[in-house]
């Protein structure tokens, strides 16, 4: 095989290196000898880390020279790194002194020409102030040029000026000048004022286009190379010093045709750079699904294969930091995620059982709502009053059990609802009406407003007409109304998570001073006496009220109202009075057509009465 001069100089070179290896290695052999002398009394600090660092630098070399690909023949060597792509060669002249000193001489250039030719994907044109290594390591290393660090996150390459920054520096006005600031650079404020606007900073410095987020908006801003503002300053300054205005001038159009030269494979390099990020994307979404579907193919072996096939447990076993990386999955990685990864499946999988549970207990309470709706259809008023809510049949044991204890599989029809409804006797019913009562009279003898009599309440005193309950701040029932109250509200079961009906409970009522003196007005209009008149007495007078503001606004319909609609709605300033025979008529007309949507007479009509029509 024949051999350049350069390829003997590269020999001499690699058998100078193994002489020397030989040589330390008979000076080792000397020193072991020689063990026994004493030491020298006095060694210098420095003296002593030095040797250490050239101790520690050879022992690394010695690894690598005794190794059998260094060992062999210059032929051979130079053979096998013919066949190296660059980016190969680059991480091979960083691992020794020698492969260094071989691979960066002048005399490897044709290696490295043909590595970079025969690299795949091909890599874009190398400019032609920069070597090829110099180039290869610009394209393969992630280190910011400002701050030598290589963060996690990559690193912003400007290609224009062959630079690469951090985010940190990025934005650091000593690496990348804004396009707003660069006007006001001494040098380039000269060169503007010389030529005019002949030429722009874009053309006179590398630059690079980025996109700024405030928010959800995105702008797109341009930055200069700092580096090259301060080499364009100083060639400036030291070239044209005391030259004439023309000669100044020749020397920028100079500058911008070097660095249009400069720039002229810009394109090509964004278009390579682009194209590699989307196949390195690529290898990372391949990666990161093969690891996925290894994971789970093992946790499919350990049994968990029904369980991890639910979208809910598979969603947030992809999601989990052990399982979403871009790497692949190693035997040794598996024996340690493998406890983990069972712990967290195994709290999915109760996660979602209970989710389950949670979901046919909503539907049984949902039909329990149904069953009371269907046991309270066709009731009158009173008689709803006096019957249990929808709470206080979840309340009962025997319903609880039967929804919340019933397997989840095994079905809840309304029929087993009623069934167990309806066993339940009658005379339970009765003593609870029977605590919500005493419960009442036991509030009224407590109460700011006790009856108006002024003898200690009793049961007998829950069904006089000035006897009201206020709910809340605005609901105001008599007795028994306040009984079949229910606000509408639903609480939690006390053994799940789901929204049941609340139940009756005397502490979320009171009886307030002035709604009672608005019922004795009430009942005084009425035309009997507020100490002892009861609800059916007021009922059976059948007398109906307004406002004197309502009757006296002629241009709105005329609110009639029913004693027990007064009491609710009248405030303590409103004046009522009791309306006409005429107006009762078409008040008791209309209530006759008017129900309520539970089948009830209406509480109030509205009688319609003439517009005002203004004059034109």
């Not at 009371?372 to 009731?379: C, L, P, Q, S, Y």
Request: hydrophobic share 35%; glycine share 4%.
């Amino acid at each position: 095989m024949a051999h350049t001069s350069q390829e003997f100089r590269s020999s001499r070179r690699l058998r100078d290196a193994r002489k020397e290896k030989a040589r330390d290695e008979r000076l080792k052999s000397k020193s072991t000898a020689a063990s026994d002398s004493p030491p020298r009394k006095r060694v210098k600090k420095g003296a002593a880390s030095d040797k250490a660092q050239a101790d520690t630098e050879a022992k690394q070399d010695e690894g690598v020279l005794s190794s059998p690909f260094t060992d062999l023949p210059l032929e051979l060597l130079l053979e096998v790194l013919s066949h190296l792509d660059a980016p190969s060669l680059l991480q091979l002249a960083r691992t020794t002194k020698l492969l260094r000193s071989l691979l960066l001489s002048r005399s490897s250039i044709k290696i490295w020409k043909r590595g970079y030719k025969y690299t795949k994907p091909a890599m874009p044109p190398p400019p032609s102030d920069m070597s090829i290594p110099r180039f290869v390591a610009f394209l393969e290393d992630e280190i910011c040029d400002f701050c030598d660090e290589s963060p996690d996150d990559g690193v912003l390459t400007v290609w224009s000026s062959r630079q690469r920054f951090c985010e940190g520096c990025a934005d650091s006005i000593f690496c990348l000048i804004p396009d707003e600031y660069i006007r006001d650079f001494h040098v380039v404020k000269k060169i503007i004022r010389l030529c005019g606007y002949s030429y722009q900073p874009v053309d006179l410095l590398p630059s690079v286009v980025l996109q700024v987020y405030h928010g959800f908006y995105g702008r797109e801003v341009v930055r200069y190379s700092r580096a090259a503002y301060d080499k364009l300053a100083k060639q400036f300054e030291h070239a044209t010093a005391g030259k004439p205005k023309e000669y100044k001038k020749e020397w920028v159009a100079g500058w911008v045709e070097n660095l249009r030269k400069s720039l002229r494979h810009v394109e090509a390099w964004e278009s390579w750079d682009y194209e590699r990020e989307e196949r390195k994307e690529a290898e990372r979404r391949i990666t990161h699904r093969q690891r996925i579907d290894e994971i789970f193919r093992r946790l499919g072996d350990l049994g968990w294969a029904d369980e991890i096939q639910k979208p809910a447990v598979s969603n947030q076993l992809r999601s989990h930091e052990l399982v979403d990386k871009t790497k692949r999955l190693t035997d040794e990685e598996w024996a340690s995620i493998r406890g983990p990864l069972l712990k967290l499946l195994q709290e999915l999988r109760d996660k979602r059982l209970e989710q389950e549970r949670q979901v046919v207990l909503r539907e049984r309470y949902r039909t329990l709502k149904e069953v009371h709706e269907d046991h309270v259809h066709n009731k009158t008023l009173q008689e709803r009053c006096l019957m249990p809510g929808a709470g206080e049949l979840a309340g009962l044991k025997e319903v609880t059990d039967a929804i919340e204890r019933t397997p989840v599989d095994q079905e809840l029809t309304k029929a087993n609802l009623q069934s167990i409804i309806r066993a339940v006797p009658k005379a339970r019913w009765d003593a609870w009406n029977a605590e919500r009562s005493a419960a009442l009279v036991d509030m009224l003898k407590h109460a700011e407003a006790p009856p108006m009599h002024g003898q200690p309440a009793t049961a007998r005193d829950l069904q006089l007409a000035t006897t009201v309950f206020t709910y809340g701040y605005g609901t105001h029932l008599t007795y028994p109304e306040v009984l079949g109250h229910r606000d509408g509200h639903w609480g939690t079961s006390q053994t799940s998570q789901v929204s049941i009906e609340k139940e009756w409970a005397a502490k979320d009522y009171k009886v307030l001073i002035d709604r009672q003196r608005i019922a004795a007005k009430v009942v005084t209009l009425a035309g009997l006496d507020p100490k002892t008149a009861t609800a059916a007495d007021v009922d059976a007078r059948d007398v109906w009220f307004a406002t004197t503001e309502n009757v006296r606004a002629s241009n709105h319909d005329l609110c009639a109202m029913t004693w027990r609609y007064a009491i609710m709605k009248c405030r303590p300033e409103d004046k009522i009075v009791t309306l006409p025979a005429k107006r009762v008529s078409q008040a008791q007309e209309l209530r006759a057509k008017k129900k309520c949507g539970d089948g009830n007479p209406a509480l109030y009509v509205d009688i319609p009465r003439g517009r005002k029509t203004s004059k034109k």
